[in-house]
């Protein structure tokens, strides 16, 4: 918008004091904005703001309330005052059905209503709660699916509101609808989180057990030699790989790795690099540009990027051509990632963790896997045995699966 768009003042004589009022008050809309995005729950937005308000919208109390049009009432959501021995009103406005369809065409109108609380007449009365006096500026808040009020009282003995302090509170409703709109949808998704909490502690109450963690059956048994392994290689930050036949549980252990390692706040992120097309593995490991090759149509982060700071599990390795390995081996090298179409490395801090269910020794000898990257991958080889050879664990296999 152009100064004259959102100039707050009416013409004054003087250009420069014009031009300062313009500026004060492009200034106090930017401060407004910039608090309600700093601060998504409303209380903290209006406590911020205020101070700033009454320096144009003078107010000993400022209310922002809540159409809740599912309950047929105004709920007051956030309070701020000039004077902490002002008393707060009650915060509830019990609105009858025909009383709620006058005050959504209100809040879509944006109409700013300026009277006196006490005895006010019409909507105005409706708007302010039951035991409010002195005069009052009103401004509807529509934002998304959320309405409300913003409103603006002033002592019993001040002087009623001017067209320009009007004016003022007609510019501050889009951020003060904005604000309304992101409260509502904070404590949605807070309501929401618990509600899925409570129903997976009632599933695990169901169940018998304490956490959500993947438990790994046989490790008392079958998985005992692997399991201490697994424990004392887990704080370090050394690549392991993870060998075995298919369906032996190698996702298993590296994600019992990636949960006792000090990464484990972190992301894990699995890879069937058998599963990706040959022409898409640099894009989907390294990332790539838009417009790096013709269907790159945004830029796209890589696998390594996404695990950063946490752990990178590339199942069967054994998949990737002989070019991409050599890429993984300068990444192992370097701690670096090139997209593809970009000049300059990415630094990541990922641990590697890679699986395969070939005998990459003999992948080595054929030359289908470098060696060196075979080396660099086996710091920490785990084996694990397969199903047949653990027979001790058939039990407790078949108590998991029931």
């Known amino acids: 918008r152009s100064p004259q768009q959102i ?29 309600a995005c700093r601060h998504i729950e409303i209380g903290e937005f209006v406590a911020r703001i205020a101070p700033r308000l009454v320096q144009r919208v003078p107010f000993q109390l400022l209310l922002v309330r809540r159409v809740e049009l599912d309950r047929l009432r105004i ?23 025909q009383e709620l369809d006058e005050l959504v065409r209100w809040c879509k109108s944006g109409e700013v209503l300026a009277g006196t609380a006490q005895g006010a007449p019409g909507l105005l009365r409706l708007l302010c709660p039951p035991d409010l006096a ?10 998304g699916e959320e309405l409300g009020v913003l409103l603006f009282q002033r002592e019993k003995s001040g002087s009623p509101y001017s067209p320009e302090h009007v004016q003022v509170v007609r510019h501050l409703l889009e951020p003060f609808g904005a604000a309304l709109e992101n409260n509502q949808r904070f404590h949605e998704l ?20 304490g956490d959500i963690s993947e438990s790994i059956v046989g490790a008392e048994h079958g998985l005992r030699a692997v399991m201490q392994r697994v424990e004392k290689v887990a704080a370090t930050d050394a690549p392991v790989l993870i060998l075995g036949e298919t369906g032996s549980g190698k996702e298993v252990i590296a994600r019992a790795l990636h949960t006792r390692s000090p990464r484990r ?3 894990i992120v699995r890879v069937n690099c058998g599963a990706i097309p040959t022409e898409l593995v640099d894009s989907e490991l390294f990332g790539h540009e838009k417009g790096s090759f013709t269907g790159a149509i945004a830029t796209h ?39 593809v179409g970009e000049d ?9 963790l890679a699986a395969s269910h070939r005998e990459l020794s003999k992948e080595v000898a054929a030359g289908r896997f470098r060696e060196d990257l075979f080396y660099r991958l086996q710091v920490i080889p785990l084996v694990m045995p397969p199903l047949r050879e653990r027979r001790a664990d058939i039990r407790a296999l078949a108590t998991h699966l029931v």
């Open 265 to 267: 706040t972190g992301p």
């Open 134 to 143: 002195g005069p009052v500026l009103a401004g509807p808040l529509a934002s």
């Open 75 to 97: 709920e007051t959501l956030a309070t701020g005052v000039t004077d902490s021995r002002v008393a707060h009103p009650r915060s509830r406005t019990e609105c009858s059905a």
């Open 344 to 352: 300059k490395n990415h630094l990541v801090d990922v641990r590697l």
């Open 7 to 35: 100039s707050l003042e009416p013409p004054v004589a003087d250009a420069g004091a014009a031009m300062r009022n313009e500026n004060n008050d492009m200034q106090l809309l930017f401060d407004v904005w910039r608090e």
């Open 301 to 339: 982060r890589g696998w390594f990027e996404r695990a950063d700071g946490g752990t990178l599990f590339l199942d069967e390795i054994g998949e990737l051509d002989l070019l991409v390995q050599g890429k993984l081996l300068r990444v192992l090298q370097q701690g670096e990632v090139k997209p």
């Open 190 to 209: 807070a309501r929401l989180r618990e509600a899925a909490l409570a129903d997976n502690e009632a599933l695990l109450s169901r169940l018998g057990r």
